[in-house]
């Protein structure tokens, strides 16, 4: 079993940047694709981006893509997200997910954490 707690949310204004952190328990991390996800106030939980096993793959909703990118520190548990050129769009909750067989935006995540707000003013 996995659990995943993000942190690194916060209030900032348009254009600024943004890390996200997903610490992971338990010793299976690296057998987990992780992904981050959104959900806006009135809106459907979306993916966002997400990472391979390895680290070596990695996969973006148009979005998102050319301004945040998505790592993993295998040694230290840990995704993370890097958010650059922040949108007033971009204000939402953003989750961590874990799934043992992908990715990507239809991957059936098997551990989700909590959720950190991300707020960006205009």
């Known amino acids: 079993q996995v659990q995943v707690v993000e942190s690194g949310g916060g209030l900032v204004q348009a254009g600024d940047s943004l890390r996200l952190s997903c610490a992971a328990s338990?010793?299976?991390?690296?057998?987990?694709?992780m992904g981050w996800f959104r959900q806006a106030p009135g809106k459907e939980r979306e993916f966002v981006a997400g990472?391979?096993?390895?680290?070596?793959?990695?996969y973006y909703a148009d979005s998102v893509k050319g301004r945040f990118t998505i790592s993993r520190d295998n040694a230290k548990n840990t995704v993370y997200l890097q958010m650059n050129s922040l949108k007033p769009e971009d204000t939402a909750v953003y989750y961590c997910?874990?799934?043992?067989?992908?990715?990507?935006?239809?991957?059936?995540?098997?551990?989700w954490g909590q959720g950190t707000q991300v707020t960006v003013s205009s």
């Open positions: 997910a874990a799934g043992s067989s992908g990715w990507g935006p239809q991957t059936p995540y098997n551990y």
């Open positions: 338990g010793s299976t991390f690296r057998s987990y694709g």
């Open positions: 990472i391979s096993w390895s680290g070596t793959s990695t």
